[in-house]
């Protein structure tokens, strides 16, 4: 799923209505992977994680990071 309104633009802000589509996509297929990409960052990451996503794709809070190693320890710590 997309979390955002405008494909290729980094940075976008998330979409929480997209929360709302996990949660229906789980409660009907319950095992059907879903992915989220667009949005995400530490402020976004764990309610996807709890809205039922099983991956999050976070491209901007990455490759925009000072430090992109601590950025990728940090976002796996909020959904561990």
């Known amino acids: ?7 290729c633009k980094h940075g976008e802000p998330f979409q929480p209505k997209v929360l709302d589509k996990i949660k229906a996509i789980k409660a009907k297929y ?3 992977i879903v992915n989220v990409d667009g949005g995400v960052n530490e402020d976004t990451i764990r309610s996807v994680k709890e809205a039922g996503a099983d991956n999050a794709i976070a491209g901007s809070a990455i490759w925009y990071a000072s430090d992109v190693e601590s ?8 959904v561990q």
């Not at 799923?1 to 405008?6: H, S």
């Not at 950025?71 to 909020?78: H, R, Y």
């Open 1 to 7: 799923l997309m979390g955002v309104n405008n494909l």
């Open 30 to 32: 319950q095992n059907m």
């Open 71 to 78: 950025a990728v320890k940090n976002l796996q710590s909020l």
